[in-house]
């Protein structure tokens, strides 16, 4: 078990968690993502009763928010039959793709009890491009599954990162065209987040922007190509003003 788990400062700047959750279910979140139960899957078994002792709250408090969080926000799963909780994107910042991860991940995924929970985490860990996130009813033992596709949740990503780039850079660059979508997902793929393409594009900004020899390298095959890991780890002193806006 580890003893800390890394919470990605985006976390506070997320607009759903910013607009859409209230102050008890963002600490209850946050609680699911670094309590001591948690693994390297993301599934862990862990009681209402459990979760109340360590967060304060009382035992139906937690049940309505674990509710929230799975049927309003959509962000986890909780069977009441195995007493589990999955965290739908515990993946996306926890996992990485050694074989040294792999072989202990998968056999922390064969022993989860939950039977649509462990077949949600297995079609991630092969890859699948769709696959079914359960949803169990807190007062059914009945479960139905949802399709998603993981190629929309790059799309939205890559937009993300366009519109990030268009407001800072000022430019007016699209995410549809094909190089730019093969840039970003090149650099997703070898695992860098969005963070990570919010932080290279803001710093190569502040050294271009005004420059007019170099404010026409402002564009994605130059920001997201093979020297994104270089301007990544480019040591610039950024101002306080900077680094809020970047949040």
Not at 27 to 36: A, K, Q, R, W
Not at 43 to 54: G, L, P
Not at 66 to 95: A, C, D, F, M
């Amino acid at each position: 078990m580890a003893i800390y788990r890394n919470v990605a400062m985006s976390f506070w700047t997320d607009s759903k968690i910013v607009d859409d959750f209230t102050p008890e279910e963002r600490y209850m979140y946050l609680y699911l993502f670094t309590n001591p139960h948690t693994n390297l899957c993301g599934c862990y078994e862990i009681s209402t009763k459990q979760i109340a002792d360590e967060t304060g709250y009382g035992v139906i408090k937690v049940k309505n928010l674990l509710s929230n969080l799975e049927s309003k926000h959509s962000v986890i799963r909780y069977s009441e039959q195995t007493k589990e909780v999955l965290i739908l994107k515990w993946h996306k910042y926890n996992w990485t793709k050694s074989d040294k991860f792999r072989i202990p991940l998968e056999k922390e995924i064969e022993s989860v009890k939950c039977v649509e929970f462990s077949t949600f985490l297995r079609d991630l860990l092969d890859g699948n491009d769709t696959v079914s996130i359960p949803y169990a009813y807190h007062s059914d033992t009945r479960a139905r599954t949802v399709s998603v596709s993981v190629t929309d949740t790059v799309s939205d990503t890559v937009k993300e990162i366009i519109e990030y780039m268009n407001y800072t850079c000022g430019t007016h660059y699209k995410a549809e065209t094909k190089k730019t979508n093969e840039l970003i997902k090149a650099r997703l793929n070898e695992e860098f987040t969005l963070d990570d393409f919010k932080t290279v594009i803001h710093k190569k900004a502040m050294q271009w922007k005004d420059d007019p020899k170099m404010c026409k390298y402002l564009r994605p095959e130059t920001l997201f190509g093979n020297k994104f890991e270089g301007y990544l780890n480019e040591q610039t002193a950024l101002t306080f003003e900077e680094r809020l806006a970047m949040a």
